[in-house]
């Protein structure tokens, strides 16, 4: 039912910005908490932020708190992480993920649908 589709992940260097985007269809949009997630090579996927339906409350890894933003654009159905001041150990591929709910936002399983991933490369 749910599609996500992730773009804007590339190379960047240590202390620069990229802007990542999911697009979600499929169902309606604003009923879904989205989450961003990472996974570094031959490492677990983790957590890096959440927003609430609406986009009145988000959560953050303590990881990338200051650094990132996510928001979201009902409107246009769209999930953003702005990444700032990157880091070579933000060096992953990004996911966005959906869930009816946002209860325990840090927990993959709280995720229903998830996109294929973009990959973001920071070089030093």
């Known amino acids: 039912q749910v599609q996500l589709v992730e773009s804007g992940g590339g190379l960047v260097q240590a202390g620069g910005s990229l802007r990542l985007s999911c697009e979600f269809s499929?169902?309606?949009?604003?009923?879904?908490?989205m989450g961003w997630f990472r996974q570094a090579p031959e490492k677990e996927r983790e957590f890096v932020a959440a927003?609430?339906?609406?986009?009145?409350?988000?959560y953050y890894a303590n990881s990338v708190k200051g650094r990132f933003t996510i928001s979201r654009d009902n409107a246009k159905n769209t999930v953003y992480l702005q990444m700032n001041s990157l880091k070579p150990e933000d060096t992953a591929v990004y996911y966005c993920?959906?869930?009816?709910?946002?209860?325990?936002?840090?927990?993959?399983?709280?995720?229903?649908?998830w996109g294929q991933g973009t990959q973001v490369t920071v070089s030093s």
């Open positions: 927003i609430s339906r609406r986009g009145s409350s988000t």
């Open positions: 993920a959906a869930s009816i709910r946002i209860g325990v936002p840090q927990l993959r399983g709280e995720y229903g649908f």
């Open positions: 499929g169902r309606t949009f604003s009923s879904y908490a």
